[in-house]
């Protein structure tokens, strides 16, 4: 209709048109959290079935779907394997996140029979449990390192308790020269696959690099017979003397420790043989670790020798596991070789 109003033409008619309604606010995108990874240590050293956590899907048009490869409860093969896990809303929206599986396996080592040989610092004398006024050394052999590594093996690699032992062949008061010649007789006695070599400090006891030159010598011969028979040696420096212990004096030939295990050093890279390096694990420490005599070492000390062999032997003799795609998981084995007789 068309109203005339003051030269005005006006027009006025009524819309059929609605107002429509506000669409809803789109949701965002998902987004999803993985599980914390997850570590289990398989007993058999074989794949095994590992049931993780749920992973949390927030946001999204709903309903999410949320999945997981490989999915929990699935047999996970010896190492780390990423599980990835993905969110999916009704828009088709994706957000993915990812986590590891780990499988462990026991740890071993390759080569379970040592013989640990040397003097009374191989034997266990402390000189602070000696009896009397003038403290007459005395072996505690509970106490001596190859008491204290064997129980750490054992410890590291349970599996094989019942095949662990380090026989301790210290003797007292004996010279590399004359150890030479008794190693020989024992190493044909029993079967070792492994030689601990600590040996020397009574060789240097009369203060002459001359009787030193002649402990290398004794030792270098010990190492010879050692890897004729197929074992496998770790060649131990010696630990440093204290020149200012007192009651009795016995460091005074601290001076030629250094020089001597500097050939002990020469001689395991001459003779490819692992070196462990007791004289630098000490870090000059006489007083706790040496005893007041300023030549045996404390219980903490043979605790120190013992950890140091541990060490070198962990990283030579442990053994590695390998995979070979997905197949099965398999030990890679440290043989030691045929020792002739």
Excluded: W
């Excluded at 001596?144 to 690699?157: E, G, H, M, N």
């Excluded at 010649?181 to 203060?207: E, F, T």
């Excluded at 010990?222 to 010696?238: C, D, H, P, S, W």
Aim: contains cysteine.
């Amino acid at each position: 209709m068309l109203t005339a109003l003051a030269g005005v033409v006006l027009l006025s008619a009524c819309s059929n048109s609605q107002t429509q309604p506000t669409p809803p606010p789109v949701a965002d995108p998902p987004k999803i959290s993985c599980p914390a990874p997850i570590s289990l240590q398989s007993p058999l050293s074989q794949p095994i079935s590992i049931v993780y956590g749920t992973p949390t899907a927030t946001g999204g048009q709903s309903p999410i779907a949320v999945a997981c490869v490989p999915p929990s409860g699935s047999i996970f093969p010896v190492g780390p394997t990423t599980v990835t896990c993905t969110a999916t809303d009704q828009r088709q929206r994706i957000d993915s996140c990812t986590c590891t599986v780990t499988v462990t396996v026991t740890p071993r080592i390759g080569l379970t029979r040592f013989v640990a040989f040397g003097d009374s610092m191989t034997a266990g004398e402390v000189v602070s449990e000696g009896n009397g006024g003038i403290r007459i050394l005395r072996v505690d052999v509970a106490k001596s390192y190859p008491t204290v590594l064997q129980a750490k093996l054992v410890s590291q690699y349970a599996g094989q308790a019942q095949s662990i032992f380090v026989e301790n062949q210290g003797l007292k008061g004996e010279t590399a020269t004359d150890g030479a010649s008794r190693l020989r007789g024992v190493l044909s006695r029993s079967s070792y696959d492994v030689l601990l070599l600590m040996d020397g400090a009574n060789d240097l006891a009369d203060r002459d690099s001359r009787t030193a030159q002649l402990a290398l010598t004794a030792i270098r011969s010990m190492v010879q017979t050692a890897k004729g028979r197929g074992l496998k040696v770790f060649l131990a420096t010696l630990p440093p003397q204290n020149k200012d212990a007192c009651c009795p004096d016995r460091g005074l030939s601290a001076v030629l420790v250094e020089p001597y295990n500097g050939g002990l050093r020469g001689m395991a890279a001459d003779e490819n043989v692992t070196l462990v390096d007791v004289f630098q694990a000490f870090n000059g420490d006489t007083t706790t670790l040496i005893d007041f005599d300023g030549l045996h070492p404390t219980p903490a000390g043979y605790q120190m020798i013992a950890d140091t062999f541990f060490k070198a032997i962990k990283q030579e003799l442990e053994q590695s596991s390998s995979m070979s795609g997905t197949g099965p998981f398999r030990l890679m084995p440290l043989f030691a070789p045929p020792r002739p007789r």
